[in-house]
């Protein structure tokens, strides 16, 4: 033992890191197994470290706190205008296809995280530079990883995922910056880049850019606002760049563009995607396309795209409102598609068929009256919908924040609420993300 810990050589590093990895597993896992499955959200916590939350998912769907892993990085805090949303974005967290490795930002110090996962918690492996300022969003496919940096000179990083341990290498080739930046600082979290994702077949990466109003635009006068909403401060933009076999961007100068203000029916403000069973790119905007010349919240909606061999986007549904506000994140089961309107708590349900077009179903599928809405996540097999509620606005002392468990009903895709959690520490703290693991004999 003594031995290993003063070698200097790449062994004894790697020794140590497995050592660390190990006490860190065994001091922070609860005992037991987690059920059939996992749901994991990051505390993005600025202070200290950064930590992964994880709750054991029973075949009811209902979840119990299980342990806190830290990241070995540092998130971002609260910082920024929404205290409830401090990333301004979806996928801070992912999992691989084989549910082995688990992925998490550290926005604050400019990194990612690796944890292999099994049913008693999470094993750290390691952390990474992510080569650019402030990641937000994640992407994994077929043992190649990428990061969305959204601050100063927005770009992106791939990655090489090992199979076996989850450890990073840098794709060659697989850096990006993102092109026309605002060279906007972290806390615009409404103007900075959102979402990264691969398409369903693997052959492309999908960039969502928001560009809305930048902070000072929705402050009063007396902190320096203006007495009117300014126009955004960009057109909203959805960029679709192609990948060589090895997973690497084909040209980082040259992606396929869809400029969303060209076309009133694309909507404004784009923040996150999903895609259907088909393959059809499915948007949602913050805006809609009810903006100009002021942009009152109330006009979120989503728009629906097929992405065509090369890269450009086809219009299929434009900018279906649902009347709500400040609509963020998307996810779906089947044909049902649920997206998140944080400023009027609530779920909105959509339905979009084989060919793409979506119609609403329920603006108001369900309502959280606690607020403080964030990120989303649905199981594998469409079952379950899960709701990260952070906490909401309000003068301290505020209550924990939650995490809000739907059944779906396979037919017509209600929700039918099966508990809720509260979630460790304060509220508002910076509580970002969220993640699924499905569990089998392997893991």
Same mark, same amino acid.
């Given at each position: 033992?003594?031995e290993?810990?003063n ?6 590093s790697?020794?140590l890191?497995c050592l660390f ?5 065994m001091?922070?896992t609860?005992?037991?197994l987690a059920?059939t499955g996992?749901v994991?959200?990051a505390t993005n ?8 939350v994880m709750?054991?998912r029973a075949?009811?769907g209902?979840?119990t706190?299980?342990?806190?892993f ?8 609260p910082d920024g ?6 990333l301004?974005s979806?996928?801070s967290l ?13 926005a604050?110090s400019?990194s990612?995280?690796?944890?292999g996962?099994?049913?008693t ?7 990474y530079q ?6 937000v969003?994640l992407?994994?496919?077929?043992n ?6 959204a601050a100063?000179q ?12 989850g450890?990073l290498?840098?794709?060659p080739?697989?850096?990006c910056d993102l ?7 972290k806390t615009?979290?409404?103007a900075?880049?959102?979402?990264i994702?691969?398409?369903p077949?693997g052959? =492309?990466?999908?960039? *969502?850019?928001?560009?809305g ?5 929705l402050?009063?006068?007396?902190l #320096? /606002?203006h007495?009117e909403p300014?126009?955004?401060?960009g057109p909203g933009?959805?960029d679709v760049y192609?990948l060589?076999?090895?997973g690497a961007p084909?040209?980082c100068?040259s992606?396929?563009?869809?400029i ?7 909507g404004?403000?784009?923040?996150a995607f ?15 396309n009810f903006m100009?010349?002021n942009?009152?919240?109330g006009t ?6 097929r992405?065509e061999?090369?890269?450009n986007l086809?219009l299929?549904?434009g900018?279906v409102?649902?009347f709500e ?7 779906r089961?089947?044909k049902?598609?649920?997206a998140?309107n ?6 909105s349900?959509? =339905?979009v068929?084989? *060919?793409g077009?979506l119609?609403l179903?329920n603006?108001?599928e369900v309502?959280?009256?606690? #607020? /403080?809405?964030a990120?989303?996540?649905?199981t594998v097999d469409?079952?379950?919908l899960?709701?990260?509620a952070?906490?909401?606005?309000g003068?301290?002392p ?5 995490i809000h468990a ?5 037919g017509?895709g209600d929700?039918t609420p099966?508990g809720?959690v509260?979630?460790p520490?304060?509220?508002?703290t910076?509580?970002?993300?969220m993640a ?6 392997d893991?």
């Amino acid at each position: 033992m003594n031995e290993a810990l003063n070698n200097s050589g790449p062994s004894g590093s790697f020794i140590l890191r497995c050592l660390f990895a190990l006490l860190l597993s065994m001091t922070l896992t609860e005992t037991g197994l987690a059920g059939t499955g996992a749901v994991f959200f990051a505390t993005n916590s600025a202070s200290g470290t950064n930590e992964i939350v994880m709750y054991g998912r029973a075949e009811d769907g209902t979840l119990t706190l299980h342990g806190r892993f830290s990241t070995g990085g540092v998130g971002s805090g609260p910082d920024g205008l929404i205290r409830s949303d401090p990333l301004g974005s979806q996928g801070s967290l992912a999992v691989d296809e084989g549910n082995r490795f688990l992925f998490a930002v550290n926005a604050g110090s400019d990194s990612v995280s690796v944890f292999g996962i099994t049913k008693t918690g999470l094993t750290y492996v390691d952390s990474y530079q992510t080569g650019g300022t402030f990641p937000v969003s994640l992407t994994v496919r077929n043992n190649v990883l990428y990061v969305l940096n959204a601050a100063n000179q927005s770009s992106f990083q791939g990655f090489r995922v090992d199979p076996g341990t989850g450890q990073l290498a840098p794709l060659p080739y697989g850096r990006c910056d993102l092109l026309i930046p605002l060279n906007l600082p972290k806390t615009e979290v409404f103007a900075n880049p959102s979402q990264i994702g691969f398409t369903p077949d693997g052959n =492309k990466l999908v960039v *969502i850019r928001k560009q809305g109003p930048l902070a000072i635009d929705l402050l009063p006068p007396i902190l #320096g /606002g203006h007495e009117e909403p300014r126009p955004t401060k960009g057109p909203g933009r959805i960029d679709v760049y192609a990948l060589n076999n090895d997973g690497a961007p084909q040209n980082c100068s040259s992606p396929a563009i869809s400029i969303l203000r060209e076309d009133p029916a694309k909507g404004s403000m784009p923040f996150a995607f999903t895609f259907s069973d088909n393959g059809y790119l499915l948007v949602a905007e913050v805006l809609g396309n009810f903006m100009e010349p002021n942009y009152p919240l109330g006009t979120s909606a989503i728009s629906s795209y097929r992405i065509e061999s090369d890269g450009n986007l086809e219009l299929r549904s434009g900018s279906v409102p649902n009347f709500e506000s400040a609509m963020c994140w998307v996810a779906r089961s089947g044909k049902y598609v649920y997206a998140v309107n944080q400023a009027s708590n609530a779920i909105s349900k959509y =339905k979009v068929n084989p *060919i793409g077009n979506l119609k609403l179903v329920n603006a108001r599928e369900v309502e959280i009256a606690d #607020g /403080g809405l964030a990120d989303l996540a649905i199981t594998v097999d469409g079952r379950y919908l899960y709701q990260l509620a952070p906490g909401a606005h309000g003068t301290p002392p505020l209550g924990p924040g939650k995490i809000h468990a739907y059944k779906i009903n396979d037919g017509n895709g209600d929700l039918t609420p099966i508990g809720t959690v509260d979630i460790p520490g304060d509220a508002l703290t910076g509580q970002a993300g969220m993640a699924i693991v499905e569990f089998d004999a392997d893991n």
